[in-house]
């Protein structure tokens, strides 16, 4: 007998013992991520919460979003985002959610990878740069949004998908090869199980945001957001929840984004959130972890560091939902749109030249 069977007819014998029954197939789904955080933080020594901040933040935070009447309006009211309630959105938001990932640069501000696009030709780098080379592409009538148009070689060929990802500078988009490999990947996928469909797909999930969530990870091996940290494994998810919480948001809880769980979906942990959490002062590194950030420095995927970073940021926003809850317990705020909040005032930040510390530096298709 495998340890594994073993493992289940000990688990049997112990339900048994207990009186308990067979695990409920019907019990609602969970992705783990929040547990999985916990336990991050739990056995973190380079990255520390610091509540007295986190209580500081959590008032300054609820007040900002109740002025700007912050809600899942704001998703659709971006200029680049899609507007139309309706299939071609779901699909936009797959495909920019299937490459929304490691954007930042090694080079100055002018010569990093940039797309032009809009009103005044205006530059776009980072998110924002995917999404306008996307939106860009179906003005050029190229179906980058079209799951069928992936698997096609021919007609989506890496040419095309050169042009669809062509800069304004030098550099080309970072990690241009993996991201045709996770079009190839999901466009396969998609034909084979769900009739090349991203509706289909959502439909699988039958309005479980955690349902959805696992069925990407279980499916989609470019979603699959995973590492071993303390020798257990921990799912972060990031692409996958941030999917998620896009249909939410740019259908307002309705249609396509109509979903029974949603606050079941937790921050993304990305490089951008951890970097304005330290600037609130919620989050802080140990003296070595700070020294690497602060010159720029690699940490390279699975490094105990990036996931002491992302696990911490995950329930640091966590403990920040609670403190808005015990201020205002009827509050509308959930990690989404508290995650949501703090990537656009992390953006406004920058903007303004008020980077304090600089985002963590890890190459990869995750975030
Ligand atoms: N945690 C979190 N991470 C987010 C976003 C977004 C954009 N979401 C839009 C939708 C609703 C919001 O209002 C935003 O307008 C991108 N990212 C991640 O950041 C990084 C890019 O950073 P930079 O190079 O500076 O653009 C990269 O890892 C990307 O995956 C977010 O919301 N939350």
Redesign the pocket.
Known sequence: MSDDEVDHELLDLLRKSLGLGPPDPSAPPETKVLQNAEFIYDNSIDVALDMRHTKVAAIDILKQMQEREYSTK??SE?TLHPKAKDESTVNFIFTMDLL?????SEKEEGDRFAVKYGEEEKRWT???SLVAALQRALDEDIPITTPGFWVDEEECSEEVLRKVFRSETEEEIPLFEERVRCLREAGQILEEEFDSSVVTLIEDAKNSAAGLVNLLAERFPCFRDEATFERKKVRLLKRAQ?FVA?LW?AFEGEGYGEFNDIDKIT??A????PQILHTLGCISYSPPLEKRIRNYGIIEPGHSWELQIRGCSIWAIELLRREILKLQPDAKVNAILL??FL??FA?EK?KNGEEAIPHHRTRSIW?
């Open positions: 704001a998703w971006h929304n990932f490691s954007f930042w980072g998110y924002w941030i896009d948001a921050m993304f990305d490089y951008r959130v995650d949501f990537y656009d953006k920058e975030y």
